[in-house]
């Protein structure tokens, strides 16, 4: 069992900057992919950016060059830092862990992101 519990989100001005936490707990292991997406009201949630367990790192286009994942060396944090800042970047952001032998996705109670003057 995975629990993850995020924080870092809040209100920030177009062109800023944000930097979003992932705190694990239970049995994450080094195997599972650890990302973060989001979804705002009436859309499917989206991917943001993950990493595997062979290190291989994805984007989704709408963030690529500006959103950086990261993670800690005993994989039990890992992090998203978001700049430049815009206004369709407003979602509720949730992190993740996949456990691709099991076919299962862990996932935090999502922090909300708002891009606005």
């Known amino acids: 069992q995975v629990h993850l519990v995020e924080s870092g989100g809040g209100l920030v001005e177009p062109g800023g900057s944000l930097r979003l936490s992932c705190a694990a707990s239970g049995s994450i292991s080094s195997s599972h992919t650890l990302g973060w997406y989001r979804q705002t009201p009436g859309k499917e949630r989206e991917l943001v950016a993950k990493v595997s367990a062979g290190h291989d790192y994805v984007y989704g286009d709408s963030v690529k060059g500006r959103f950086t994942i990261s993670r800690d060396k005993m994989r039990r944090n890992w992090y998203l830092q978001m700049n430049n800042l815009k206004p369709e970047d407003t979602a509720v952001y949730y992190c993740?862990?996949?456990?691709?032998?099991?076919?299962?996705?862990?996932w935090g109670q999502g922090t909300q992101v708002t891009v606005s003057s």
């Open positions: 993740n862990a996949y456990a691709s032998w099991l076919d299962r996705n862990y």
